[in-house]
């Protein structure tokens, strides 16, 4: 028989279940003695846009590129903590960077395509992971446009170079690319700071479509944006995080004075 009890502690497991993908646990990271990130813990959760805010300089881009270990190309970076992904520190000195490398897309502020056709841009990661398949590759070219919410614009074209296309056109090939690798979580910096409005509703409109199949950390200096697009909200000041919490609390509820001043204009 179930009791009211089963079914309350039911609800608290499936609750749990909710699988983290990055747990953060207290990072440290220095470019040669300027600290840059500082007892940084975060978890982040499967199928959640999670938003990082913050005011020029305090950390944000430093943090995402350390979750795909970009930032060792630096080489003056040094880090102290874990960051597991998928239960394993990137950080222990057996791990293979390659794992992160195709299970971590990135996006950037500046659309960044290849010199290359639309077809090529897609085609260039599962080329380099051995597809040679016409038929596969065009597949995937097709699936990743179409997930990316540009196939309708570009699948008369996709033989034409991707610098002829308008900036959101860029950013959404540029987030298709990342796609076409089947990631399991895309970082994206800044993605719509260079796109105009109605470029960035269509990629906030995408971002919420993809967080279905991905994990999403989008960097952003628009409140609003964070607001819309996010379900968790973390406050970077200063390379520590200040808040971290549910958005909807965040901002209806900001539980710490610095980050009420950053949301509502007073800094930043
Ligand atoms: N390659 C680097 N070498 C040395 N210091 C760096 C490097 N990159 C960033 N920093 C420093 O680390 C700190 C955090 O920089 P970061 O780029 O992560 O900030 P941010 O929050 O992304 O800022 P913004 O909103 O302007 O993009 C800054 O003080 C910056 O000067
Ligand atoms: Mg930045």
Redesign the pocket.
């Known amino acids: 028989m179930t009791t009211l009890t089963d079914s309350v502690e039911v609800t608290d497991s499936t609750k749990e279940d909710k699988n983290i993908v990055y747990d953060t646990k207290n990072l440290n990271l220095w470019?040669?003695d300027?600290q840059?990130l500082r007892d940084i813990n975060l978890q982040i959760t499967e199928n959640e846009v999670t938003a990082i805010i913050?005011?020029?300089?305090?950390?944000?881009?430093?943090?995402l590129k350390t979750l795909n270990r970009m930032v060792e190309l630096?080489p003056?970076v040094r880090t102290s903590g874990e960051i597991l992904y998928r239960g394993k520190n990137i950080f222990d000195k057996t791990y293979q960077v390659e794992t992160l490398r195709t299970n971590v897309g990135m996006v950037f502020q500046k659309p960044n395509p290849f010199p290359k056709s639309i077809y090529d841009n897609i085609a260039y990661g599962p080329r380099i992971h051995g597809i040679k398949n016409k038929k596969i590759l065009d597949e995937i070219v097709e699936k990743s446009l179409r997930g990316a919410a540009i196939w309708d614009e570009v699948k008369d074209r996709l033989k034409d170079n991707a610098y002829g296309m308008s900036g959101g056109q860029q950013q959404r090939l540029c987030i298709a690319r990342c796609l076409a690798i089947e990631p399991d979580v895309i970082l994206m910096d800044?993605p719509t700071s260079a796109l105009d409005p109605i470029s960035t509703l269509k990629v906030e409109d995408l971002i919420q479509e993809l967080k279905k199949s991905y994990s999403i950390i989008i960097?952003t200096?628009n409140m609003q944006q964070a607001a819309r697009i996010s379900d968790k909200t973390a406050f970077?000041l200063s390379?520590e995080v200040i808040e971290f919490s549910d958005t909807d609390k965040m901002f209806s509820n900001p539980k710490n004075k610095q980050t009420e001043d950053y949301i509502t204009g007073r800094f930043g």
């Open positions: 470019y040669g300027d840059a913050g005011p020029s300089g305090c950390g944000k881009s430093t943090y630096v003056v800044e960097v200096h970077f390379g």
